[in-house]
């Protein structure tokens, strides 16, 4: 039975050493995940001892807290009418933005992704502008997936009957009217606070799949039910908890509300340290992020325990497709097949996680060069690959797919796309851009369907030249 616990008592436990917080009538101990906190110790810190429902409420999903601290964490529920009081402001949580939407363009007026991007800059708090546009460290991973994308060209092929496109694909047996999926994205409340939820009805009214983070902001029940019917596929990004039986319980839990592949992330076995969001909490007078290895292997979301081995564990407890999320080598790739599992995600977190890795560009030519079979139509009916990173025009998506990937992931500007109070709109608006901009593109080369894309369509002979010849295969 529940232990009873005082006010005046969670009130004590108001320290760095001791911080208890009051979550929906539960009291947790969060001491020890305190260096953890994405948003800063600071934040925790100022509701220490206090009830914490209406901040935690404004960032987090109501499930959160219970999926990622340890059970022992809860060490009671408050004394009914004890601590009733809320808070802080969502505007001490979220930060105010520099401008107010009513400052903001009209939708209309944005021609492409990167127009979104500047309005969010001005709309969003400094933290959440350096939440969301931040790389890791010197952020070169972070330019470099662009720079890539600009070293490759296209050789359009002329005199085609280009009158009727079709940018329809398969992705995991599920069709898609464009080849790239929205990628899971965590604190999407910066933005808007049901980004979650608009960006699962979006995806159903563009014909797209979104990837639904594992921490989102929303509930996972809410974000399933905002799909605009029960078959509209939704794809789960999984970051599996070293509790196996917490890691169990959320996979059955997702599959059961009819998630359609689980992608494992496989990127991040720690926080990437991200100094411009450790520059913004400083500036408010918080600590930088202190959470090394040994702070994220004691709690939290990230596993640096995930090894090979525990994809046989994950495969016996859901039926569902596994893909994992941020293959980095060629290496890895082959391994990922190896190991049986349904695809895999050329990815580097979006340049978040360790600087100056590779950009997933340059992994995908890794793999044409060294492991070219992964990429066969044969190989590719049961095993796809995709990647993300930097996609922000419909020329990228071409060189993508023309050099061997399925489909591919977009991040950051479905974020952007939500700020400035535009919502769903604003989403709609960048699906329609990017739809127009491949269409016309696809037009523009030469290729009527999707499967047309080849690889002699490209130039990428300048990036071929950055290949590692040093693989261990
Ligand atoms: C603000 C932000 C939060 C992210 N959160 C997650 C996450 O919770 N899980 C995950 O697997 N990837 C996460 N990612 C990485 C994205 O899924 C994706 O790999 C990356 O953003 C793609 O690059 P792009 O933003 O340039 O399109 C995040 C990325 C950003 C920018």
New binding site residues.
Partial sequence: MAITIEGSEVAKHCTRDSCWVVIHGKVWDVTNFLDEHPGGVGLILKCAGRNATNSYETVHNPELVGEMLPAECCVGAIKPGDLAEQDLANEDILGNGQATAASSPPLTSLINIGDFEKVAEKCLSAAGWA????GAEGEIS?DD?RRIFNKISLRPRIMRNVESISTSINILGHTSSLPLYI?????GR?AHKEAETILSSVAGDEGIIY?M????SQSHDAIFSARISKDQPLFF???SSRDRSKAKALVQKVESLGASAI?V?V??PVLGRRERDDRVKVAAGEQATQAGVAKSSATG?LNPTLIWEDLKWLKGVTRLPIVL??VQTVEDAILAHRHGVQGI?L??????SLDTAQAPMLTLLEIRKYAPYLLSPTIRQGFQVFI?????RGTDIIKALALGASAV???????YSLTAEYGKAGARRLVQMLRTELETSMALIGAVEVTDLAPEMVNSERAESEVSRRVKL
């Fill in positions: 939440y969301y546009s931040s972070l997936t990628s899971p994205t965590g604190l910066y990837m983070p594992t921490s989102p990004q999984l970051y992608f992330t990127d991040s979301l999320k941020g995600v990815s580097n977190h979006g340049g978040r993300d990173g930097g996609i922000r992931g977009v991040g950051r500007p479905f974020l």
